[in-house]
């Protein structure tokens, strides 16, 4: 078999075939493994969204910098490298860099918490807390309206809620 | 069952002509991720693969009002095959620009279609014709509730589901209806609804072509917001902002339709080209069917046989390729294309979809 040089640095073995499609035209090209990385990272929406979110992760104002040395322990990723891939690594990088994803969240949605649907799966205690929010909010309203039979009525399964939160961690 | 009858099966939001002439179709996406894992990128090829098996067990166990997932991976797809793919929006070009360890399962209609490793571990979409988002989304929950039995999601009470991109953190749900407005642009009132929407968090953008072109005047209009809105909050949203278009729309329409003669000239001159060219490069051939159907709607032209939507897939490179089953120049796809509307235009059945 011939060996095929990798069509981007033109030195080592190209390994893989990557198709790259833009509105509907595929082009392809042979890559070695270390390009085909780059290729994938960075160019398959050249310079639109990985920019967006750099600009994001790098605005003024945001905390970090003193923990750059900080891994997160799930996927090994530094928050360094997280900006400059504009991607979090996994699920554990939200709480290894939590002040700079919190920060980064408020700049991108609005700075609310989330609100929605909850796996049922290990769930159960949050959605027990999301419904007993639910219902403060509600029981605040039927008093401000003094409607207090109604707000007996919560009450009573506001504390029937409590009552079941035993001991449970988030 | 191989890839290739998979894909030649007519997709349901493609063959099923809504009852909404100017919403093409609704999509609903959902982002979800393995807890125990890192996302794709940082995965090795071992345990992309690895997770590439457990997701497309689970999906394939999974069943939802009779519509059985069938997992395909991306390895064993031609190039052609991945392209028609994501011209017909079952698979996004990011995951076709990826290796092995990917794919997508997809049900026996296409409604369905869930990408394995992509930026997340599943992203879950449902695409319906009309607008129809309370149906997209309830089938998209229920699929997600069936994966939610066999799999732990990566979840935070404050941050809700958690995502490769933070800009899906939240509900995770991306929800965007595809829309005809020709009038809107002819009126030259797009830059008004544009500006119009941004506050909102929702974002509009032409669906085909390059840069600020929104080829054929088909648009997409999406939530940006995922963290804070509930799931139904952001598709009463989407709902509204799209009825709201489809009036102004309606609206610039009427207008048109006042100075009546140079709108009927306009359509019929597309559909004369249409019928008759025998070289049509791609941009043209959008504005042409465009204006065609923009003729259908108002009364002016004798309607198709085939939908709209599938007529603007057919002409995009994959689809011509697809149907005529070669790799074809650029001039040879011009030509092809020219062929393919002067059937379609002459009533003439072309076989497929």
Redo the contacts between chains.
Sequence with gaps: MNQLLCQNCQQREAA?R?????????T?MNLCKEC?RQ???VK??PGM?SDF?QA?FTLKGAPGGQQSAARCP????TFAQIQK???????HC??TFEPQ?DF??RR????????????????GN?RR?NEMRALKAELQELVRREAFEEAAVLRDRLRALEAVKGGEN? | MNVAEVLARRSHWLTEQGRNVIVLSTRVRLARNLADRPFPSALSPEMTEQTEKEIAAALEAAETEGQRLRYLPLKDMSDMEKTALVEKHLISPALAALGAGRGVALSPDHRLAVMVNEEDHIRLQVILPDSRLQEAFQVADQLDDALEDKLDFAFRERCGYLTACPTNVGTGMRVSTMMHLPALVMTKQMQQVLNALSPLGLAIRGLYGEGSKAWGNIFQISNQVTLGKSEEDTLVNIEAVTEQICELENHARQMMLAGHSTLEDKVWRARGLLQNARIMPVEEAFRLVSEDRLGVDTGFLPPLRESFASLLLNLLPAGLRYRGGTELTDEQLNEARAAYLRQATLGISTGTE
């Excluded at chain 1, 990557?18 to 595929?26: D, H, L, M, P, S």
């Excluded at chain 1, 799930?74 to 990723?77: D, E, T």
């Design positions: 893989v990557v198709t790259k499609i833009e509105n509907g035209q595929a392809q085909a290729y994938h990272n398959v929406f969204v979110m994001m799930v996927c090994g990723l891939a504009g991607r979090v690594g996994c699920s939200y709480e994803m980064l969240l991108l949605h609005g700075g609310s918490r989330h609100v929605g649907k909850v796996p049922r799966r290990g769930g949050i807390q988030e």
